[in-house]
């Protein structure tokens, strides 16, 4: 329960219940498809697909390597849709390692992503924008880095702001950038299907030529696959603003997922009717050589679309994220402010700032890619983890409400995959991945100081909540 507090505008947790404030259900089916495929498309497809081409060694082995990663993640995500039913809580990972596994891996999770996994990723993702936002004023002068840092910050603080003010209109915004990312894929797609039914077909003979292939780095290509198709678990993270999650939940991911594997096959195809495999590897931005060989002119525009496909990927990081930090903290998992709900808006204002000093901090940071090769494998790690739950709960719980199951065969494959990939990490790269492994370690001690003695320092309580409530107080003077 929670009642206004008559001199905040934030709602105050409390034992009795005068009034209530919460998070409205606003995410509807269309709303939940933009989520996930605003998310999951990023600047990647149209600036350096060739991981795959790279390990797969041919362009049908390619081809079809993209086709596989988008059903096991097709798997990874009907498995969170059966989560995301059964425990109708916003959250994620988080929530669904609390339920099958505990307050302390919980926490680990949410530590590693506090620390150092979001901030980078959101940082990495934000100086993308910056770079491509600029190219086109920039064109062919290089782009000073100082104008990158400025248009990067910017583009950061007005997505923090967006998501401060409105879930409405951050749904809406987060709709036109999809459909924006869509435009520019067919933008590629369009041109290159005209250049297929014509005739062009000469990069893809001897398309399955194995002798190249080497099985070996086959595992790298599906890692790099994987990894292209991230992001298709952020609806899970508002669940509890999701209109009938049920039926939402599992149909967004779905049709997210279908039309998601659909874009990236035939854009790749697209590419190789215009590049072979040599000139698609040899190219450091893929969609702008496509774009300058086929449009002309035409092809400055293909800065901007990356620029918008990176902000959309920032709004929807940013909307679920907040979510979780905002479960994390009525857990009492982290200071109570962040669960505090603004009354008028019905945003998590705190939840949503609490980001920001710490990604703007990651970009003062000179190896923020490091970081992420770190961190890289935690993900599968915990997505792993997290399936592995659904596994153990369908033994533990075989009572719980499941209104969408399915069958046991996609949760069993895609934790194989995710372990696997995990390995794979850990003989390919072992002092990254061992680093990013004591880094994700040290929370364990941090939860036994923390949350587990007395539930956390009165005094460290006291300053994160003073701190946050400040700021947040801040920001709502001037809105």
């Given at each position: 329960?929670?009642?206004?507090?008559?001199?905040?505008?934030?709602?105050?947790?409390?034992?009795?219940?005068?009034?209530?404030?919460?998070?409205?259900?606003?995410?509807?089916?269309?709303?939940?498809?933009?989520?996930?495929?605003?998310?999951?498309?990023?600047?990647?497809?149209?600036?350096?697909?060739?991981?795959?081409?790279?390990?797969?060694?041919?362009?049908?082995?390619?081809?079809?390597?993209?086709?596989?990663?988008?059903?096991?993640?097709?798997?990874?995500?009907?498995?969170?849709?059966?989560?995301?039913?059964?425990?109708?809580?916003?959250?994620?990972?988080?929530?669904?390692?609390?339920?099958?596994?505990?307050?302390?891996?919980?926490?680990?999770?949410?530590?590693?992503?506090?620390?150092?996994?979001?901030?980078?990723?959101?940082?990495?993702?934000?100086?993308?924008?910056?770079?491509?936002?600029?190219?086109?004023?920039?064109?062919?002068?290089?782009?000073?880095?100082?104008?990158?840092?400025?248009?990067t910050a910017i583009g950061l603080t007005s997505v923090m702001y967006l998501n401060s003010m409105?879930?409405?209109?951050?749904?809406?915004?987060?709709?036109?950038?999809?459909?924006?990312?869509?435009?520019?894929?067919?933008?590629?797609?369009?041109?290159?299907?005209?250049?297929?039914?014509?005739?062009?077909?000469?990069?893809?003979?001897?398309?399955f030529d194995l002798s190249n292939v080497q099985l070996s780095g086959m595992p790298l290509a599906?890692?790099?696959?994987?990894?292209?198709?991230?992001?298709?678990?952020y609806l899970n993270f508002v669940t509890e603003e999701v209109d009938n999650p049920a039926r939402?939940?599992?149909?967004?991911?779905?049709?997210?997922?279908?039309?998601?594997?659909?874009?990236?096959?035939?854009?790749?195809?697209?590419?190789?009717?215009?590049?072979?495999?040599?000139?698609?590897?040899?190219?450091?931005?893929?969609?702008?050589?496509?774009?300058?060989?086929?449009?002309?002119?035409?092809?400055?525009?293909?800065?901007?679309?990356?620029?918008?496909?990176?902000?959309?990927?920032?709004?929807?990081?940013?909307?679920?994220?907040?979510?979780?930090?905002?479960?994390?903290?009525?857990?009492?998992?982290?200071?109570?402010?962040?669960?505090?709900?603004?009354?008028?808006?019905?945003?998590?204002?705190?939840?949503?700032?609490?980001?920001?000093?710490?990604?703007?901090?990651?970009?003062?940071?000179?190896?923020?890619?490091?970081?992420?090769?770190?961190?890289?494998?935690?993900?599968?790690?915990?997505?792993?983890?997290?399936?592995?739950?659904?596994?153990?709960?369908?033994?533990?719980?075989?009572?719980?409400?499941?209104?969408?199951?399915?069958?046991?065969?996609?949760?069993?494959?895609?934790?194989?995959?995710?372990?696997?990939?995990?390995?794979?990490?850990?003989?390919?790269?072992?002092?990254?991945?061992?680093?990013?492994?004591?880094?994700?370690?040290?929370?364990?001690?941090?939860?036994?100081?923390?949350?587990?003695?007395?539930?956390?320092?009165?005094?460290?309580?006291?300053?994160?909540?003073?701190?946050?409530?400040?700021?947040?107080?801040?920001?709502?003077?001037?809105?």
């Open positions: 329960p929670y009642r206004v507090s008559s001199t905040s505008l934030f709602s105050v947790p409390l034992s009795t219940m005068d009034g209530k404030v919460e998070l409205g259900k606003k995410v509807t089916l269309l709303r939940g498809i933009s989520i996930i495929i605003g998310t999951i498309i990023g600047a990647g497809i149209f600036i350096s697909p060739k991981g795959i081409l790279k390990h797969s060694g041919s362009v049908g082995v390619s081809l079809l390597v993209w086709i596989a990663c988008g059903v096991l993640s097709l798997f990874g995500a009907l498995s969170y849709a059966e989560l995301g039913t059964c425990m109708k809580k916003s959250g994620g990972h988080y929530t669904y390692i609390m339920e099958a596994f505990g307050p302390q891996m919980a926490f680990i999770r949410l530590w590693a992503d506090l620390i150092a996994i979001r901030p980078a990723g959101m940082a990495v993702i934000s100086l993308a924008f910056g770079q491509y936002i600029l190219e086109p004023l920039f064109m062919p002068c290089g782009i000073p880095p100082l104008a990158v840092k400025l248009a409105s879930v409405t209109w951050t749904a809406r915004i987060q709709i036109f950038l999809t459909v924006s990312k869509l435009l520019a894929i067919a933008i590629i797609i369009v041109p290159g299907m005209y250049q297929l039914f014509k005739g062009e077909t000469r990069h893809f003979e001897n398309a599906f890692y790099s696959g994987m990894y292209a198709y991230a992001g298709w678990f939402t939940v599992p149909l967004a991911i779905c049709i997210s997922m279908a039309i998601v594997t659909s874009c990236y096959v035939l854009t790749n195809v697209a590419y190789y009717t215009v590049m072979s495999a040599e000139e698609l590897l040899a190219s450091s931005a893929v969609a702008v050589t496509f774009a300058e060989r086929l449009l002309g002119n035409f092809s400055i525009a293909v800065p901007v679309f990356v620029a918008l496909s990176c902000y959309g990927t920032m709004n929807g990081c940013v909307f679920a994220l907040s979510r979780m930090f905002y479960v994390a903290s009525r857990e009492g998992q982290l200071p109570e402010v962040l669960s505090m709900i603004h009354v008028r808006r019905h945003t998590p204002l705190a939840a949503v700032l609490i980001m920001y000093p710490m990604t703007m901090l990651q970009l003062l940071v000179g190896d923020i890619y490091s970081l992420l090769n770190f961190m890289s494998f935690l993900r599968w790690l915990f997505i792993g983890v997290v399936v592995l739950g659904l596994i153990y709960l369908r033994y533990t719980k075989p009572d719980l409400p499941r209104p969408f199951k399915v069958p046991l065969f996609f949760p069993v494959v895609f934790c194989i995959t995710c372990f696997f990939m995990v390995f794979l990490s850990l003989y390919s790269d072992p002092v990254n991945t061992g680093i990013g492994f004591a880094i994700s370690l040290t929370g364990i001690p941090a939860y036994y100081i923390f949350i587990y003695f007395n539930h956390r320092p009165k005094w460290l309580q006291r300053t994160l909540g003073n701190t946050s409530l400040m700021i947040c107080s801040v920001v709502v003077k001037f809105t």
